[in-house]
């Protein structure tokens, strides 16, 4: 049976972002070897995920940043990996593993190798030092690709224009790394009994946002639109933490806020809290695709989204929800309003997310990798 390793960044467990390449690799019969930095992990997690998916782990020490010393280590151990293992394919992912598995792969000789996409550095809007830096190293990097999986229609567009794959690879586009969308149900009991529990009004209008608290999110402007409006109704929960936090409490305390904007810290209950939201949000400044707002979407919330790549894969402007210029106030507080006051618009938009998300199911993204996994390695 030919091997194929896997390549990631940080990972404590297996999660959606893998299972899919799992199945595939199933369905292809390859035997799957999964590299990434499994430090935060403990053995029992691991020696659990590989009995229940019969996977073989293997801890390197890779560093999310491109830069960090460690990376040169990890490469070393991927080509000892490699060698031990006798591996036949690479699929990696993310800026970093993705540099780490094609060079590793150029190293080794390997038959054929995937890189997937997680959002490009260079991007319409980007800093130019990012088309300067990252844009010529993936260019290069490509010329050691046998085929490149885009998840949104930009990065699939400039990847097509711009990049030649070896040997006349293929590109492909891949509606993300799949989303289970019938996981996301909504009762009354959960949204009354959720609200209580965070000493939510019955009647708030509730906003939501989940992931770190960083510059990129942005959610500052969310805060800036909702002190625009001046509605005591409209209640802004925030589920994650980051360096921002205390930046935003302050914000929030000094607009009179702090009694509407709810940091929740880090959560295990979002499907929850989706639940019990009527809006979810998200000001990014630079998104690949993102799974949570994905999730709100399968929970039937309507989405307002900055409009940049990737979120407007997702969100259809006026059907799903709406898309903001990241950093204007004044629009994120008129689309707000719209909503706070149209029940049946909210409606209509929490129906049309329902049947949208469907084309980005699990199901989708499992049939799409076996053609590309059979297509390339077989």
């Not at 019969?29 to 998916?53: G, P, R």
């Not at 020490?61 to 491109?66: A, C």
């Not at 792969?105 to 130019?128: E, L, S, T, W």
């Amino acid at each position: 049976m030919n091997k194929i390793l896997f390549i990631s960044n940080i990972a404590s467990r297996i999660t959606s972002f893998d299972i899919a390449s799992i199945s595939a690799a199933e369905k292809t019969e390859l035997e799957f070897y999964h590299a990434a930095n499994w430090e935060s992990a403990t053995s029992e997690q691991i020696k659990s995920d590989e009995a229940k998916y019969g996977i073989k782990i293997n801890s390197v020490h890779i560093s999310r940043n491109p830069l960090s010393k460690s990376n040169i280590k990890a490469y070393r151990e991927l080509v000892e990996l490699v060698k031990r293992e006798k591996i036949d394919y690479i699929h990696c992912n993310t800026p970093t593993g993705g540099l780490l598995g094609r060079l590793v792969g150029k190293k080794c000789k390997i038959k054929k190798v995937i890189y997937q996409v997680h959002g490009f550095h260079f991007y319409k809007g980007a800093p130019k030092k990012n088309w300067l830096l990252y844009y010529p190293i993936e260019k290069w990097l490509a010329r050691k690709t046998d085929a490149l999986i885009t998840i949104n229609y930009e990065d699939y567009e400039v990847a097509r224009k711009k990049f030649k794959l070896r040997d006349g690879g293929n590109i492909y586009y891949v509606p993300g790394v799949g989303i289970n969308s019938g996981d996301y149900k909504v009762d009354e009991t959960t949204r009354v009994k959720k609200r209580e529990e965070l000493g939510i009004p019955q009647d708030a209008f509730v906003i939501v946002s989940a992931g770190e608290l960083n510059a990129n999110k942005n959610n500052r402007v969310i805060i800036s639109a909702m002190e625009k409006l001046g509605n005591k109704k409209l209640h802004y929960v925030l589920c994650g933490v980051g360096d921002k936090e205390s930046a935003l409490t302050t914000q929030a305390n000094a607009a009179g806020l702090n009694e509407n904007v709810h940091f929740l810290g880090y959560r295990t209950d979002v499907k929850e809290i989706y639940a019990m939201s009527d809006c979810f949000v998200m000001p990014s400044l630079r998104e690949g695709l993102s799974r949570s707002i994905m999730e709100a979407m399968a929970t039937g919330l309507p989405c307002i989204v900055s409009k940049i790549r990737g979120n407007t894969d997702l969100i259809d402007d006026g059907s799903g929800g709406y898309t903001c210029p990241a950093n204007n106030a004044d629009f994120w507080a008129e689309k707000l309003d719209i909503l706070l006051n149209n029940s049946a618009l909210c409606q209509k938009m929490s129906e049309f997310n329902r049947q949208k998300i469907k084309k980005f199911d699990f199901s989708v993204v499992e049939q799409d990798l076996i053609k590309i996994y059979q297509h390339t390695f077989l």
